[in-house]
Each structure stands twice: as structure tokens, then as C-alpha cells.
């Protein structure tokens, strides 16, 4: 019964091939972030969405973009992947200030 | 914006002993502050949150004081268990209006032995 579902768990790519991550939650919350980690880091803010807003990070690269069609789903868009790009992807949903829920992660490798 | 510091960046104790990790935050706005446990290779998951309304909040072993004048917050855990070695993140949320994003700090491998 995950509540916050991130698909695919592996992602390889590329180098400069476009690819897309995709998050769903079960639990209508109104808040939903994309966080990138790296090995042995901080999981590091790249976007939010509350509720239809989008909140943008000053220092997120231009090659990163989000879509929230609605409530439920939100994606992320590596428009052309660089091997820096390389980590794992976090989605995370919240209601306003309430804790976060975290999906299992996606892996990407850039090949 | 905010800034979150963590120490120590890992951690070993014995089995039964307590293990303490600390941090700091720079936005003296900033008023939530959750800890996450993350497993190798899995989600972080939330184990206990404070709010600045509160100085000490506590769920079995697990406890966190807070400190809002020095702008410090720390993790206790008492009579550690092997299956509490994992990767401990602490966060800060700056509480202006409708910024509810996590600034996290990096992490404190905690390795318990038994």
C-alpha cells in the first residue's frame, strides 16, 4: 500500500537522451517536491509544486523541468542527461507544513 | 536561505549505548524540524518532528530537544539496536508563507555494533 509511488525504481539513460520521471500519490496531498541525491549527500531541494504553483530553486539546472497534471502525479523531465546528472531522484509529498512522505527513489544511470 | 549543519558525519557505538546527533540551522524563521532515517538503498523515512512551540519531544527511544535561541536541535537514541544503524538526516523549515520546503543537512552515518 505505497503511498507515494515512483516509477521506474532503474532508470538508464543516455548521455543527452531526454527522459522522464514520473511520481504518484495515493494520499491528496496538496504540496510535491523533486529532490536529487547524490552518494553519500543531503537529498537536495530541485523543485515544488504547491498545489498548482511551481516553486523553482535558484540553482537548479535549466536541463531540469516538472509537470504536475494534477493532484495525484507529478513528473520530472531531464531535457538532455549529462553522467553529472547521475543520482538518485526522490518525490515527496506533504500537507503544507506537515512532515514529508518519501517514494522509494528512482535510480538514474547515464551511460 | 537556510542553511543546516550536521555533526558528527558518522557515528559507532556499542549495542545498548546512546547515540546523540546535532544540528544547526542559519533562518531564525525556520520553525519545523523533522529527522529522517534512511536505510541503505531505501526512502528516508520520518522517525520524529519538533516545532518551535516546544523544547523536547519524545517517542521511545527516540528524542529530540530544540533549541530556538541558539538555533540548535539534536537527535537522541537510547539502548541502540543494530537495526538502528542507517543514515540520520535532520531538516529545518523556514515558515515564511507558503515555503514549506526541507533544507536538509548531510547525514550522520550511525553504526551500531553489537
Known amino acids: 500500500d505505497a503511498m507515494v509511488i515512483q516509477n521506474p525504481r532503474y532508470q538508464v539513460t543516455q548521455f543527452g537522451k531526454p527522459v522522464t520521471l514520473s511520481c504518484s500519490q495515493t494520499?491528496?496531498?496538496?504540496?510535491m517536491y523533486w529532490y536529487q541525491q547524490k552518494s553519500s549527500q543531503a537529498p537536495k531541494l530541485l523543485f515544488h509544486?504547491?498545489?498548482?504553483?511551481?516553486?523553482n530553486e535558484a540553482d537548479t539546472p535549466d536541463n531540469f523541468q516538472s509537470r504536475r497534471p494534477n493532484t495525484s502525479f507529478c513528473f520530472l523531465d531531464i531535457r538532455s542527461p549529462g553522467l553529472g546528472d547521475a543520482a538518485m531522484y526522490l518525490c515527496a509529498t506533504s500537507r503544507d507544513r506537515g512532515g514529508y512522505t518519501f517514494g522509494s527513489g528512482t535510480r538514474l544511470t547515464v551511460v | 536561505g537556510e542553511n543546516v549543519e550536521q555533526h558528527p558525519s558518522t557515528l559507532s557505538v556499542q549495542e545498548g549505548d546512546s547515540a546523540v546527533i546535532k544540528c544547526t540551522y542559519s533562518d531564525s524563521a525556520s520553525n519545523y524540524f523533522p529527522w529522517y532515517k534512511q536505510e541503505l538503498g531505501k526512502r528516508p523515512q520520518l522517525i520524529i518532528d519538533i516545532r518551535s512551540n516546544v523544547g523536547e519531544k519524545k517517542d521511545q527511544r527516540i528524542a529530540v530537544t530544540l533549541n530556538k535561541t541558539a538555533k540548535h536541535f539534536s537527535l537522541h537514541i537510547t539502548e541502540t539496536q543494530p537495526e538502528d544503524s542507517a543514515v540520520y538526516f535532520c531538516a529545518a523549515s523556514p515558515a515564511s508563507g507558503s515555503n514549506y520546503k526541507l533544507t536538509f543537512g548531510k547525514g550522520t552515518l550511525l553504526t551500531v555494533n553489537p
Open positions: 494520499l491528496n496531498h496538496n504540496v
Open positions: 509544486y504547491y498545489d498548482k504553483d511551481f516553486n
